[in-house]
């Protein structure tokens, strides 16, 4: 039921693109992306819900496969501030069928 | 900006004592829930609360119990502590499904 994620890390450099894969067994309502930076709590990045509604606060984009019970998260033109763990968690429809990825490190370098 | 506060940082507990960690929100948001954090598995949800007195066990609810009796504060309680329980707590509340989940900054949990 946990979604798994690729891959489990990547390290860039300052401008490079990235792309986070999340994927599910599951039929999915939703999908959900934060991110964690070391030693804070994770931070919300973005909701895609089935039908293509989505909600986000900042500029990274994703895409989410209600077929196929993907979703993809795309960071382009990475900046040092990047860097974190991002996480999905995919949601069935009720919170108690709602399971977090185990995670994706990113590291960016000057 | 919503505010999670968690009521430790660290903690240290002794095998067999029972141990309360509590979460507080000040955005009168509806839902609630305590995560595990553990290296390589990521964030698993023990329980969540969708309103005073109302919980349902998440994936791992074994060995801890929950407890909601204002819509703000919702604890989570390991009822005999064990060395398996050592982890990162999160706590974190939402407004309604599926809308995003705000965090509190943790509690890092050693039983000894």
């Known amino acids: 039921q946990q979604p798994v994620q690729s891959p489990q890390a990547v390290i860039l450099r300052e401008g490079e693109d990235a792309v986070i894969n999340c994927s599910s067994s599951?039929?999915?309502?939703?999908v959900h992306w934060y991110r964690q930076k070391h030693g804070e709590a994770p931070v919300f990045l973005m909701i895609?819900?089935?039908?293509?509604e989505q909600k986000g606060h900042e500029k990274i984009s994703a895409s989410f496969n209600e077929k196929k019970q993907q979703s993809s998260l795309y960071l382009t033109a990475s900046q040092l501030s990047y860097s974190g763990t991002y996480f999905c968690?995919?949601?069935?429809?009720?919170?108690?069928?709602?399971?977090f990825g185990s995670g994706t490190k990113l590291n960016v370098k000057p | 900006d919503v505010k999670v506060t968690q009521s430790s940082r660290y903690l240290v507990k002794r095998t067999g004592e029972k141990v309360f960690l509590e979460c507080v929100q000040d955005?009168?948001?509806?839902?609630m829930f305590w995560y595990r954090q553990d290296p390589g598995l990521g964030l698993r949800l023990i329980y969540f609360?969708?309103?005073?007195?109302?919980?349902e066990k998440g994936d791992i609810p074994e060995g801890y119990s929950v407890s909601r009796e204002k819509k703000e504060r919702f604890s989570l309680i390991l009822e005999s502590a064990s060395t398996n329980q050592t982890s990162m707590y999160l706590c974190?509340?939402?407004?309604?499904?599926?809308?995003?989940?705000?965090f509190g900054p943790g509690t890092r949990l050693t039983v000894t």
């Open positions: 609360s969708y309103d005073v007195k109302m919980k």
């Open positions: 895609l819900l089935k039908g293509g």
């Open positions: 974190a509340s939402a407004d309604g499904f599926p809308y995003e989940q705000y």
């Open positions: 955005m009168d948001h509806e839902n």
């Open positions: 968690g995919t949601g069935e429809g009720n919170f108690n069928k709602f399971y």
């Open positions: 599951k039929a999915l309502y939703s």
